[in-house]
């Protein structure tokens, strides 16, 4: 039986496993799995993974923002005005700044599916994701107890980034490192902060809004 099978020429997936087997030994599995597409699930999925995150924090922030602000002035007695004022967070503006976030967040997916992963923008809106997670997990352990964001941020948005991060390196992307995450870590909390700027001057210039229940 064993002689039947030598004698018969390989057939063609055989020969393509066994290239890549060796091509694997040989350290090259990069080189061959350049290859391979980067799918949606990983460019759009950054809009999909930010889009539960926030569905989080828009049901909960505004109502946790007015129940913690006591709480955290006691806390933290030195906190200064301007951070006051933030905790004072109607509604609307919640509403505003997380529809400006999305479009952010949207236009850095479509850039990732339109260049295959390799979108300067795309990195750094993902990895500034995956930071924006673990800020969230920090934040809760200083004000010891949940906020915003929390339940998703380790369930959703850390492990999205980590396995989006893998599949770009497995296809042979070449992800930006240091260099996204320095820069992700910085301009994250800006676009954060600016797209609430904006929310609150938006919220001021527009028909009032009803009081929050």
């Not at 007695?77 to 529809?99: C, E, F, T, Y």
């Not at 200083?142 to 959703?156: D, E, K, M, S």
């Amino acid at each position: 039986m064993a002689l039947c099978i030598l004698a018969q020429p390989p057939s063609i997936k055989m020969q393509r496993n066994v290239a890549l087997y060796f091509a694997m030994a040989a350290g090259i599995e990069g080189e061959v799995m350049a290859r391979k597409a980067v799918s949606g699930a990983v460019t759009w999925g950054l809009f999909a993974a930010w889009a539960v995150h926030d569905a989080e924090e828009l049901a909960t922030m505004a109502r946790w923002a007015r129940s913690a602000r006591p709480r955290l002035q006691e806390r933290f007695p030195g906190m200064p005005d301007g951070i006051r004022r933030r905790l004072d967070l109607p509604q609307r503006q919640v509403n505003i700044a997380i529809g400006l976030m999305g479009g952010v967040v949207a236009a850095a997916s479509a850039a990732g599916a339109r260049s295959g992963g390799r979108s300067p923008f795309f990195q750094t809106v993902l990895v500034g994701f995956g930071l924006h997670g673990a800020v969230h997990l920090a934040q809760s352990a200083a004000c010891r107890g949940y906020t915003p964001g929390v339940v998703t941020a380790p369930l959703v948005v850390i492990p999205y980034t980590v396995r989006a991060v893998r599949h770009l390196a497995a296809a042979g992307v070449p992800v930006r490192g240091g260099r996204a995450a320095v820069t992700g870590l910085l301009l994250f909390p800006v676009a954060v902060a600016g797209v609430h700027g904006l929310a609150r001057r938006i919220g001021r210039t527009g028909p009032a809004a009803r009081p929050d229940r």
